[in-house]
Nanobody
Framework: QVQLVESGGGLVQAGGSLRLSCVASRRILSTYDMAWYRQAPGKQRELVAGITTDGNTNYAGSVTGRFTITKDNAKNTVYLQMNSLKPEDTALYSC????????WGQGTQVTVSS
């Protein structure tokens, strides 16, 4: 079973940027679509951005124009560049297959202060 390890979160002021990384323990990015998800306290987990095996991307409306998902198949890594961060972006961010499977990692916390 693949393991997914996220990193890159932290505390940032509104308007700032962060770059998240997700490393997979096996070479899956050329075979499976992947995505970033987030879950804020008291809310359901939601899809933030997805990327297909051939590089097509899809974004939640709330992050379109601010977030960019990319991947490096050779490094088994999916990235999420987050710019113009807002307090409402505060959440635990996780990567997974798209659609998701029960292989969630520990996630990485993003906290945006106003």
């Amino acid at each position: 079973q693949v393991q997914l390890v996220e990193s890159g979160g932290g505390l940032v002021q509104a308007g700032g940027s962060l770059r998240l990384s997700c490393v997979a323990s096996r070479r899956i990015l050329s075979t499976y679509d992947m995505a970033w998800y987030r879950q804020a306290p008291g809310k359901q987990r939601e899809l933030v951005a997805g990327i297909t095996t051939d590089g097509n991307t899809n974004y939640a409306g709330s992050v379109t124009g601010r977030f960019t998902i990319t991947k490096d198949n050779a490094k088994n890594t999916v990235y999420l560049q987050m710019n113009s961060l807002k307090p409402e972006d505060t959440a635990l961010y996780s990567c997974n297959y798209w659609p998701p499977r029960p292989v969630w990692g520990q996630g990485t916390q993003v906290t945006v202060s106003s």
